[in-house]
T-cell receptor, first 108, second 113 residues
Framework: DAKTTQPNSMESNEEEPVHLPCNHS???????IHWYRQLPSQGPEYVIH???SNVNNRMASLAIAEDRKSSTLILHRATLRDAAVYYC?????????FGTGTSLTVIP | GAGVSQSPSNKVTEKGKDVELRCDPI?????LYWYRQRLGQGLEFLIY????????KSGLPSDRFSAERTGESVSTLTIQRTQQEDSAVYLC???????????FGSGTRLTVV
């Protein structure tokens, strides 16, 4: 399995930035790093993905280390709706391996 | 459709009965995946379909589990002789291909009593 390592849980105050780390030391040079999040009672939702350089979209930013063995998902201003489990994954064979992710709590 | 649709949203069945879960992917998405998520756990890969290629069944936990997909349309996941340990949320996702992002459905919550 293509494994990633994430903290089990993190907390953030509302309207503050959140940096969610992920280690993926076994990633190959051509694998994209993907981030998904899962809100309670819903299926996972795509957040962002990237290969080497940093990526931005309307939901978040993705900072990828130069050696690609780690990455950080950045939520610029956490809202209560960002409370979810965040998964950092990359493809192995035909599928993505989802670990248990990071459960983010946003404190009002 | 606009998203991935799964039905039923909830299913309660008696131990030993067969169940069939349905997934309607996004039109044009050639890849379709089934995952299982037990309570409080991460997603467990079950099976992958890509176009008309033979499916990757490497994640199916036993021969009681099977899945079919007709072309690039609807898929059904069948669980025969259900057991209590089959209770979980079954998630379907589709994408343009193995290296593209997934769009997930809301899942089917299966409870075996």
């Amino acid at each position: 399995d293509a494994k990633t390592t994430q903290p089990n849980s993190m907390e953030s105050n509302e309207e503050e930035p959140v940096h969610l780390p992920c280690n993926h030391s076994t990633i190959s040079g051509t694998d994209y790093i993907h981030w998904y999040r899962q809100l309670p009672s819903q299926g996972p939702e795509y957040v962002i993905h990237g290969l080497t350089s940093n990526v931005n979209n309307r939901m978040a930013s993705l900072a990828i280390a130069e050696d690609r063995k780690s990455s950080t998902l950045i939520l610029h201003r956490a809202t209560l709706r960002d409370a979810a489990v965040y998964y950092c994954i990359f493809p192995t064979g035909n599928q993505f391996y989802f670990g248990t992710g990071t459960s983010l709590t946003v404190i009002p | 459709g606009a998203g991935v649709s799964q039905s039923p949203s909830n299913k309660v069945t008696e131990k030993g009965k067969d169940v069939e879960l349905r997934c309607d992917p996004i039109s044009g998405h050639t890849a379709l995946y089934w995952y299982r998520q037990r309570l409080g756990q991460g997603l467990e890969f079950l099976i992958y379909f890509q176009g008309n290629s033979a499916p990757d069944k490497s994640g199916l936990p036993s021969d009681r589990f099977s899945a079919e997909r007709t072309g690039e349309s609807v898929s059904t996941l069948t669980i025969q002789r259900t057991q209590q340990e089959d209770s979980a949320v079954y998630l379907c996702a589709s994408s343009l291909g193995a290296y593209f992002g997934y769009t997930f459905g809301s899942g089917t919550r299966l409870t075996v009593v």
